[in-house]
């Protein structure tokens, strides 16, 4: 990754990165020591050299948008806390709430965070290109961040 794609992921991410509501993901522990919102900006990151080194041809802003609100659910999954019982089930639905209601997000960046849980959540099958390149960018990462506790 060079400087003028650091700079076009900076340029379509920084009035996201910057806000209130997402900040609040630096508090939260998404795997090992890594926070909700590292994970996401890491995803983001990853998506963007997906599509880059394979020619994907991804619209880049849906892409980054996505990648970066797909874990936007505001809470600690580690707390034990009836609510976050099932979270892997239902913190697609949190995210995309908190979506909609904070940022109005266009209906492709809807897709890509209510389907990023396939193949858990079975029958969300990601329909569009930047939909999947966000699901497997995250299962990535997931795996990563996980057994590298970083
Ligand atoms: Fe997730
Ligand atoms: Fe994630």
């Known amino acids: 990754m060079d400087i003028t794609d650091q700079e076009k992921i900076e ?11 997402i900040t609040q993901m630096k508090q939260y522990v ?17 998506c963007y050299l997906i599509n880059k080194r394979f020619g994907l041809n991804a ?7 996505g990648a970066m609100l797909h874990d936007f659910y ?16 239902h913190h697609a639905d949190t995210a995309l709430a908190n979506a909609i ?6 209906e492709e960046i809807q897709h890509i965070i209510w389907c ?12 569009t290109k930047e939909a999947r390149i966000v699901c497997f960018a995250d299962k990535c990462c997931s795996i990563v961040e996980t057994f590298c506790k970083r």
Not at 11 to 21: P, Q, T, W
Not at 59 to 65: K, R
């Open 74 to 89: 505001l809470y600690d999954w580690h707390d034990k806390d009836d609510t976050h019982k099932w979270h892997g089930y």
């Open 116 to 127: 990023h849980m396939w193949p858990l959540n079975i029958s969300r099958f990601p329909k």
């Open 30 to 46: 998404q795997h090992g020591r890594v926070s909700t919102y590292e994970h996401c900006e890491r995803v983001a990151r990853f």
């Open 11 to 21: 340029n379509i991410l920084y009035k996201l990165k910057s806000d209130n509501n």
């Open 59 to 65: 619209d880049v802003e849906t892409l980054l948008i």
């Open 101 to 106: 209601r904070y940022f109005e997000v266009n």
